[in-house]
């Protein structure tokens, strides 16, 4: 509370200053009242009624009211008020239906000086005349309420609401006979003081019980009712017919409404459950309190504003056993603190965003009104500073749509449905791979694909005359590596029959095709480690050499430079796994000193896991003794695979994974390709790629991923014929012994794709079935169902 | 590079957020008027509202699309102190109210003393859970034992923060190496400097959510924090959106290397930080591969960040509010330098490959 503001109000002669406080009471309160000098407060509750002074700094209590020595059920109050005429009068009422007026100025201990026992239930409500001395009016559990004058012993008149019990009377400020009640049945009616025979006017306001009502101070037609139902509604009395003109929706039923003064359109409303905070709402903000005030531990019992004209003190009483005053100031403000944006990125690289239209619009005019002087000053509308508001407060929503290309994720979905995972020789399925990732852009995973498959591709299948003519015809026009590349792809399709042509005097060109593969790769190494890297260098020089020696005709051809302008820009992202791999360069040395052995080691590992179409290539390779096992380069592939997961693309991951299948499966993490398929194949089913995802599933090797498609799908088929549930797996009926998957259509068994309506069991091959249904709606099973396919 | 489209979204009060379903082909969106709106993408891409119903009896704070797997579900929560699970019920297709979809609360969460700030569904992997946090500090985790069954939510965790929590975001992550995990942030705004980002992990052996970490640099009031979808990486970003747009990285640290069975221990380091907005940011969301992050703030802008292959990020694009959509280039130009005051190394990498490789050779050494 320590930071809570000091207020100081002048109000003519008199000043209110006082700040946020707080004092305990000894038990419950259920109602407060203040009197009219503003600097006093009644506290009224089953076992407390005291009058406190309010100072500065806190509370101070001044008078308790409860005397005698033994407890009455007169003093249990559940209402009451303090006159605004007389300091000295206040009226309470009580839980057991007496109505009990107190005289301040009563010499005695005793302050009692009437008391009415004419109610037979609780009393909810008493209520004194604004203006006239001695009227109090009272509204009971028993459905009447009756008027005093508090110079006779008992009732002037006595109104009955021909209802369920009366929750709140009050006078009307405006017109001097006027009051009006609130029932439990809905219902407000408006009272003649001086016809007590019938109602005025009657109408229903709310859904449930009404628990309280408020004549608008200034405003003098308006009453503000609040109820159960969680709303409170302020009605034009003036009017003809009451006239809805707000409504309120707060979160819990309204139990306390009052008008803040000189605030023509706010009000303060508590709640008699759940909710224990008081709030002020500006009646044309109906869903968003303008204030809140969260001091009280239990439900709020009785508000009031203290004076009539200032709008900044208000004082509560709570079934916590305390009484509080809160500053206005020091109100908590959920306007403020909600969150003024809502944003949420789609899928396809859509942006919808919704923003209060202030601040959308204050971006756009902000810039010409500080550079423009010309705009008169007296346009500014002026603000009334005790109720500043600045219209109802909307959002602008809008969706960026991304325009087809740029950074949207339809090269996702392309590459997914293109891309060939199984079914062919692994060159194939890179060669492929590459060519699609090419076509969308993606340059850099095509050169990865491409990659791949010098790596794990027997050399037969890239030609090698062609591969080194690209390289040499490449580097005249800067992009040597993508058009080696491309121009090796157009060319692949001889691949296989080249390979068998092939005989063993070619070897030399593919050691300098499988070298200069490794030069791809090493070069980088070479360049960051500026040649500490001896044996590499060799390698590289011999590398060269054997190329020169090979290709001596082109002039232009800078060689040695050439891979090292080029290659930082094309394959950068590789960069890193190269250099974290420290045991590439060893792997060159030892290469380097034993060629022989280690070639030859690693081309016979590479047998065992090669498919059956790629035996005979393998077999032909073993006869290559300097080539590079793809062994090697698993080491390089597993990070560059991690590379691309940790980028974002998973696609990448999962796709090699898939393509070289046990090459590279062994080296990385089985939890790891887990999480790389369930998170692929999540993403393909964002994207609905159903067919794509299942394919995913079916060739992940993962346990956990490969179960997926198998766990929770159930078929519920019914026998066409007889049109009980088939009960035995298959589709041969177990009743009448037929085979159940017939097309109604074409009556031949139908393999692979069944449709089927579920309203008649009747169906058949997909295409059928749909051609059929083009013509007619009925069953082409002639049974005379409408056939519903979803 | 983007079209803005307007949308009328008849919302009587502020629309507090808008979200996307699984497939990005439905929206919805939530306001201070009480009211959930559902909108669906026509074949030609206009958005229409399907359905709008009064959800709540106070401001509705957020709203949030479950996993398709348990069918047409949304989650709410409000300054009425409750969320709510609502189900959308396709009516018959004879039905003459064809096309308008029905949505009917399946559970209200009503353990909340306070305004329920945010809610949000677990990642499908781990069953139909839901979050929720809220002004009191606590947040709180709901299963539905049976998928089913969407009206019978179970109380399983409630984890206090301490602080009044605004926002919370589960971690996607769907690696059996990677523990249930959910950031909670905090707009608490009392003056003393407190971290305002926390984060809770899932124990397996105490059965219990214990705080792994907090960000001790996050001490401004928190507004959205999110997640990025992970794909596969082996550690987690994490958006923040604070006084200005966070990006951090967390890094789970082998297990060899931690006591067994304790909290999951973090590398955490703050890859960006971004004043661009020149004020209070209050949303940030990652595009569906994690690679790009969109924040919003008082200046009424949608920018757009993104890595370059250095992780280096920047400003990639600023789109504003009343939707005119502003190209890159020019903006850009406008908002390097502060942002090289933020990242220093952008600076330098943007000159080209020689910055880059001087960057590397570090490496190595």
């Known amino acids: 509370m320590e930071k809570m503001s000091r207020v100081t109000t002048a109000l003519g002669s008199s000043a209110l200053t006082g700040r946020t406080m707080h004092c305990h009471l000894d038990a419950p309160a259920n109602a407060i009242s203040v009197c009219r000098d503003a600097a006093q407060v009644v506290v009224a509750g089953r076992s407390i009624f005291k009058i406190f002074a309010i100072e500065e700094e806190q509370f101070v209590e001044k008078l308790n009211l409860r005397v005698g020595r033994k407890p009455s059920l007169n003093l249990s109050c559940a209402d009451v008020v303090w006159h605004q005429m007389d300091e000295n009068l206040l009226a309470t009422a009580a839980t057991n239906g007496v109505v009990v007026t107190w005289n301040l100025g009563r010499p005695s201990r005793n302050k009692q000086d009437q008391l009415f026992t004419e109610h037979k239930r609780t009393v909810n409500k008493v209520c004194f005349h604004p203006t006239e001395a001695h009227v109090l009016l009272s509204g009971s559990q028993d459905g009447f309420m009756k008027c005093f004058d508090l110079r006779r012993k008992d009732s002037v008149s006595t109104f009955s609401g021909q209802s369920e019990s009366v929750r709140d009377v009050q006078f009307s400020i405006r017109d001097y006979f006027t009051f009006a009640s609130t029932f439990e049945n809905g219902n407000v009616q408006l009272w003649d003081i001086r016809r007590p025979d019938r109602c005025e006017r009657m109408f229903t306001a709310h859904n449930g019980p009404v628990f309280c009502c408020d004549w608008h101070p200034e405003d003098r037609g308006w009453l503000a009712t609040g109820g159960r139902d969680k709303m409170v509604k302020v009605w034009d009395m003036t009017t003809h017919r009451a006239k809805e003109m707000h409504c309120v929706q707060t979160i819990a039923s309204v139990a306390r409404v009052k008008w803040r003064p000189e605030c023509r359109h706010h009000l303060a409303t508590c709640s008699m459950m759940v909710d224990h905070n008081i709030y002020v709402w500006d009646v044309r903000r109906p869903f968003v309190p303008a204030a809140m005030f969260e001091e009280h531990r239990d439900v709020t019992t009785g508000i009031a504003w203290r004076h009539p004209h200032d709008p900044s003190f208000l004082l509560s009483g709570s079934k916590d056993s305390t009484l509080c005053q809160h500053l206005f100031r020091d109100a908590s403000q959920p306007v403020e603190r909600a969150n003024p944006e809502g944003l949420c990125y789609g899928l396809f690289g859509d942006l919808a965003f919704a923003a209060k239209e202030s601040l959308v619009a204050a971006e756009s005019g902000r810039k010409p009104y500080t550079g423009d002087r010309r705009h008169p000053i007296f346009f500014k509308r002026k603000l009334d500073p005790a109720e500043p508001f600045s219209g109802l407060a909307s959002s602008a929503l809008s969706v960026f749509e991304i325009e087809p290309g740029g950074g949207s994720m339809s090269w996702f979905v392309d590459t997914a449905e293109r891309y060939a995972l199984t079914g062919r020789p692994l060159a194939e399925l890179c060669d492929h791979n590459a060519k699609v990732a090419r076509e969308l852009g993606r340059n850099q995973v095509a050169q990865t694909w491409t990659m791949l498959r010098i790596i794990y591709c027997s050399p037969g299948l890239v030609p090698s005359a062609n591969l080194n003519h690209s390289v040499g015809k490449g580097s005249s026009c800067g992009l040597p590596l993508m058009n080696s590349f491309n121009l090796k792809d157009m060319a692949s399709g001889l691949g296989s029959e080249t390979r068998l042509d092939r005989s063993k005097g070619d070897t030399r060109s593919d050691t300098v095709l499988l070298d200069s593969s490794a030069t791809l790769i090493t070069n980088e190494d070479n360049e960051e480690t500026e040649g500490s890297d001896v044996p590499t260098d060799y390698l590289l020089g011999d590398v060269e050499g054997e190329e020169d020696e090979l290709y001596p005709l082109d002039p232009e051809h800078v060689h040695p430079e ?229 | 590079m983007f079209v803005a489209r307007s949308i009328a979204a008849d919302h009587k009060d502020l629309i507090h957020d808008v979200s996307f379903d699984f497939h990005g082909r439905r929206m919805a969106t939530c306001s201070s008027d009480q009211s959930v709106k559902v909108w669906d993408k026509s074949e030609s891409g206009d958005w229409h509202c399907t359905a709008s119903w009064k959800t709540h009896s106070g401001s509705v704070w957020r709203v949030t699309w479950a996993h398709p797997e348990f069918g047409q579900v949304l989650a709410s929560c409000s300054f009425d102190r409750t969320a709510a699970v609502w189900e959308e019920i396709v009516g018959e297709s004879n039905d003459k109210l064809r096309g308008q979809s029905h949505w009917v609360k399946r559970t209200t969460l009503v353990d909340s003393r306070t305004s329920v700030t945010d809610v949000k569904f677990a990642p499908k992997h781990m069953g139909l859970m839901l979050a929720t946090c809220s002004a009191d500090g606590i947040v709180r985790i709901y299963e539905a034992p049976d998928v089913m069954n969407l009206s019978q939510w179970s109380l399983q965790h409630e984890i206090s923060c301490k602080l009044s929590c605004s926002c919370i975001s589960w971690n996607p992550s769907s690696s059996r190496a990677h523990a249930p995990m959910i950031a909670v942030g905090s707009d608490d705004s009392s003056p003393n400097a407190v971290a305002k980002v926390q984060i809770f992990e899932y124990n397996e052996n105490t059965r219990k959510y214990a705080k792994a970490e907090t960000l001790l640099t996050v001490t401004d009031p928190v507004h959205d924090i999110a997640f990025a979808p992970n794909l596969g990486r082996s550690f987690h970003t994490l958006a923040v959106a604070t006084k200005d747009v966070r990006i951090f990285t967390l890094k789970p640290v082998r297990k060899e290397l931690t006591s067994s069975g304790g909290p999951t221990k973090f590398e955490i380091h703050i890859v960006a930080q971004f004043d661009n907005h020149n004020s209070q940011v209050w949303r940030v969301s990652w595009n569906i591969t994690g690679t790009v992050l969109a924040s919003s703030g008082d200046d009424g802008c949608v920018r757009l960040w993104k890595a370059n292959y250095m992780d280096n990020w920047k400003c990639t694009g600023i789109l504003k509010g009343n939707g005119s959509p502003v190209n890159g280039s020019s903006q850009q130009g406008n908002s390097n330098p502060s942002l090289g005051s933020n990242v220093p190394n952008l600076q330098s990498s943007l000159n080209g490959s020689s910055a880059s490789r001087f960057e590397i050779r570090e490496f190595v050494r």
């Not at chain 1, 040395?589 to 290539?617: I, M, N, T």
């Not at chain 1, 037929?738 to 091959?765: D, E, I, N, P, T």
């Not at chain 1, 079935?769 to 169902?785: R, T």
Request: proline share 5%; net charge negative.
């Open chain 1, 562 to 790: 050439e891979p090292e302008y080029v290659l930082p820009q094309e394959a950068f992202p590789l960069r890193h796994e190269i250099v974290d791999t420290p045991s590439g360069p060893e792997h060159l040395q030892d290469k380097a000193d034993s060629p022989h052995v280690s070639g030859s080691e690693a081309d016979a590992a590479s047998l065992a896991p090669v498919d059956s179409s790629f035996s005979l290539l393998s077999i032909s390779h073993a006869l290559y003794d300097s080539r590079l096992p793809p062994d090697f380069f698993s080491v390089l592939v597993c990070d560059m695979l991690h590379f691309y997961a940790e980028q974002g693309d998973v696609q990448m991951a999962v796709s090699v994974l898939i393509v070289l299948g046990e090459r590279v499966r062994k080296d990385i993490d089985e939890q790891t390709q887990e999480h790389w398929y369930t998170s692929y194949i999540d993403l393909l089913q964002r994207f609905r790629l159903w067919n794509v995802s299942n394919q995913v599933v079916k060739l992940s090797t993962s346990q956990a991923v490969s179960c997926l498609n198998q766990a929770s799908t159930t078929l519920h088929v019914n026998c066409s014929h007889c049109k009980r549930p088939m009960s035995s797996r298959g589709w041969v009926c177990d009743r009448c012994h037929r085979c159940a998957s017939m097309c109604a259509v074409c009556h031949h068994v139908v393999k692979g794709l069944f449709v089927w309506c579920q309203g008649c069991s009747h169906g058949g091959h997909l295409q059928h079935i749909m051609k059929w249904l083009e013509g007619s709606s009925h069953c082409p099973a002639g049974c005379g169902h409408l056939c519903e396919y979803s």
